[in-house]
T-cell receptor, first 111, second 116 residues
Framework: SQQGEEDPQALSIQEGENATMNCSYKTSINNLQWYRQNSGRGLVHLIL?????REKHSGRLRVTLDTSKKSSSLLITASRAADTASYFCATDNNAGNMLTFGGGTRLMVKP | DTGVSQNPRHKITKRGQNVTFRCDPISEHNRLYWYRQTLGQGPEFLTYFQNEAQLEKSRLLSDRFSAERPKGSFSTLEIQRTEQGDSAMYLC??????????????FGPGTRLLVL
């Protein structure tokens, strides 16, 4: 079963614009992670934020976590056509035993 | 390339046949995970190993699914008597030792199964 939901399910933007994706989850977590998946390929780990952190940055990525609302957001700044992919949030509630993924946001960045 | 590898990358089989997939984790990663992903959905956890011990298998979809990691290195996932509903991408991931490091999972390219 899916832990949470990503919102929106699909997003189309122009190159250079920012893209924001949201994730909600249901149970308490140890950490929340974001992954990217290019069409038909495996997942690539982007960033991990722990339950006691509120914001984290990595290059053009910014992740926030609000445990009171059980939600997270991923912001990609200055998007590029190469950012076109599906983005998934995943929650870990037991330090690495398993990840529970949401349904993903399909991002298209038009050149 | 020292990433997670999976073989085969694609498998087409007829309903009722058995299939076996292999996963080679990143060297020295002690944890290995299997997930299933259907079209348009996020991956769904199936099972995981710490070294050769299978520590969680309650999420395997039915008793037709089984996994092994006999020497704590590569792993195999077998589906017996395949059904059309088993058609999906099967993903393997591994994670390293060490407190604070094991949460990040590194995924392989997946094996895409089509059951006719």
């Amino acid at each position: 079963s899916q832990q949470g939901e990503e919102d929106p399910q699909a997003l189309s933007i122009q190159e250079g614009e920012n893209a924001t994706m949201n994730c909600s989850y249901k149970t308490s977590i140890n950490n929340l992670q974001w992954y990217r998946q290019n069409s038909g390929r495996g997942l690539v780990h982007l960033i991990l934020i722990r339950s006691n952190e509120r914001e984290k940055h990595s290059g053009r990525l910014r992740v926030t976590l609000d445990t009171s609302k059980k939600s997270s957001s991923l912001l990609i700044t200055a998007s590029r056509a190469a950012d076109t992919a599906s983005y998934f949030c995943a929650t870990d509630n037991n330090a690495g035993n398993m990840l529970t993924f949401g349904g993903g946001t399909r991002l298209m960045v038009k050149p | 390339d020292t990433g997670v590898s999976q073989n085969p990358r694609h498998k087409i089989t007829k309903r009722g046949q058995n299939v076996t997939f292999r996963c080679d984790p990143i060297s020295e990663h002690n944890r290995l995970y299997w997930y299933r992903q259907t079209l348009g959905q996020g991956p769904e956890f199936l099972t995981y190993f710490q070294n050769e011990a299978q520590l969680e298998k309650s999420r395997l979809l039915s008793d037709r699914f089984s996994a092994e990691r006999p020497k704590g290195s590569f792993s195999t996932l077998e589906i017996q008597r395949t059904e059309q509903g088993d058609s999906a991408m099967y993903l393997c991931a591994s994670s390293p030792r060490g407190r604070g490091q094991q949460e990040t999972q590194y995924f392989g390219p997946g094996t895409r199964l089509l059951v006719l």
